[in-house]
């Protein structure tokens, strides 16, 4: 039998899916994370689940795996010290950047401008010159290159980025550079920017090659120690990383191109989202993940997550395809404090994550976290992943005490009620930034909540949004590891073209397309991908003849064969333009850059369809336990989720538990299984 692995590594727990390819049949475990190595944790969470189903390491055949290694280097500012190599005259391009500052009017007092990941100092210029066409007006000094990487020797950069004013033309200098660093710099990563991000703006093309280069030594360095380990382990299995925009990398492209996993965790989630939703019959939904240091939300449409073109880090936005996905400082693990000068209750982003985690843990911790809140209220059961953690409820309510009495509230229970009510306020906050500021009305969605902590939260969010039904996936601790196994290899080509639609022909946009196509092809075969079955994706930045900005839109490569192909580009354009803005305009359409994404076929997971019942989850109740709910207490059945059949209609308030989370519903609301196993929450009708 074939076994494949999932892996998600989180802020608090690295979740792992074991999975027999033939059956269905699945086997969780559910770990605490290892920061200082998380592929300790990884290869722990892979024993666990394959002791679990009593089944030898070496019979596993793929992992793959989401990480936030990437993310993380950004974010903490732990990346590589970085060389930069401009054309000459464009030193500060980093320092220039774009005229921007987050926020209102006070952004301008107090945002501290955040600091370029290559420094001014560790910037050189080399002499030569193209222009737009592609045309050299300077040849590339190579005497004068050599002399001026030397001094990046002395200052003993870790990797350097070569990003030359129009490569994106033509990037014969940006590949003689390549070739020259490896010389005088051999043991030095290169990344050239032609290569990155072959498209023009030359700032936001030496940002993304900066930031690839920047987090390039450590993905390598993880990627080498995780393969090294888990082949010591016991585990022979074909390694694939998960990108940000859903698709899976060899190891050798994922080192080559780490820019492309800055969101590679939270993208497994929103693909076992749509895995799950559409098995409940579900196409058009949010996605809520809700783990231990943060949440990602996300939006999808007829089964398909949106794509953007930039992926927002930190202070960065970097010029990278990614599963368009929100994230804010909203976990379990994340800390409720109250500030000195406004005495006023305040809940993340700082988080306790693994090490010293939520104060319940009994690990260390001694601040109240939104899983203490939880645990004050009665919503969480004694132990958690499956007995890796037992609850301390003592120290629980001690952390949420020391918040009521600096508040003034007059209970225990009102404190944590206030921690609950503040979180999910800023999970909204992030959902509408990815419905209602798209011009998406959340009533028109449903809402997928998952993760640990998200099942938890899930009903109180979709009544703040009228999203209905609120959809709990079989297994939502462990759905990102779902969706790393459910995805498959992606490699994606761009080319700046920029070019009237009226001025050019249907044949010619499909030349330039079917290149992009081969790019693609031939850098996955390079991988030892089969190519034989590839599907792609088309898409153009279009904008109007003078305008300043474009918009993503999805070309169909069949229509450009008719008569009048290039009228598909336009009209897809206006459709989008009238849908985010409200307005057309009579100028001339304009493709600015063509992207191709080929993909190999997805690995679906089988569905084991639940026993059907009578309606009656009686068989899976476990006791009556006592919740705290909209300022009383009410008394809340527990049940069982395993025993739970399809048809069976659990009633709130009451809490299903199963190994990898908790869910919750609230009085006057009630949840059917589903025959996927998925549980629909909706108000009950009156």
Known sequence: MTYQVGVDVGGTFTDVLLINVETGATWRSKVPSTPE????????????ACAEAEVDLSAVS?????????????????????????????RQVLQIARSFVPGGLAGWIIWPKPEPLAALENTIEVRERVDTDGGVVIELDEDDARAQIAKLRGRGVHTVCVSLINSFANDAHERRLAEILH??????????????????REYERTLTTVANGYVRVQVGEYIRNLEAKIAAGGVDAELALLRSDGGLAAPGAAGERPVALLMSGPAGGVTGATWAARAAGVGDFLTFDMGGTSTDVALVQNSKPQIAKDTKVGDLSIRVSSIDVRTVGAGGGSIAHVPELTRALR???????????????????????????NVVLGYLPDELAGGEIHMDVDAARTAVGSLQEATGLPTVEAAASGIIDIVNENILGAIRLVSVQKGYD????????????????????GRLLGSWPVIIPPSPGVLNAYGDIMTSHREEAARTILREVTGMTSAELADELDQLAATTRERLGRDGVDTSDLTYTYRADVRYHGQGFELTVDIDRGALDGADGLSV???????????????????GHEIVSLTVVAASPVSEVPLIEREPGTSDPSKARIRTTRIWVDDAYHDADLYDR????????????????????TALILPGHAATVHSSGALLIEPVKE
């Open 62 to 90: 793929h992992v793959r795996h989401g990480t936030t290694v990437a993310t993380n280097a950004v974010l903490e500012g732990k990346g590589a010290k970085v060389g930069l190599i401009t054309t000459q005259g464009f």
């Open 37 to 48: 190595d998380q592929s300790i944790g990884v290869l722990r969470g892979i024993e666990k």
């Open 442 to 461: 959340p009533r028109d969605f449903a809402l997928v909540a998952f993760g640990g902590a998200g099942p938890l939260h899930g009903n109180a969010i």
């Open 642 to 661: 395993e025993l739970l059949r399809a048809g069976d209609v659990v009633t709130g308030p009451a809490i299903v538990v199963e190994m990898d989370s």
């Open 347 to 373: 809940v993340g982003p700082q988080s306790a994550g693994a090490v010293p985690g939520p104060a319940a843990y009994a690990m260390g911790g001694t601040e109240a976290t939104v899983t203490d809140a």
């Open 569 to 587: 580009v336009a009209d897809a354009f206006d459709a989008e333009h009238e849908r985010l803005f409200s307005f057309l305009l009579d100028s």
């Open 183 to 200: 010389e005088e710099l051999p043991d030095v990563p290169v990344s050239i920017s032609s290569r990155v991000l072959p498209e023009m």
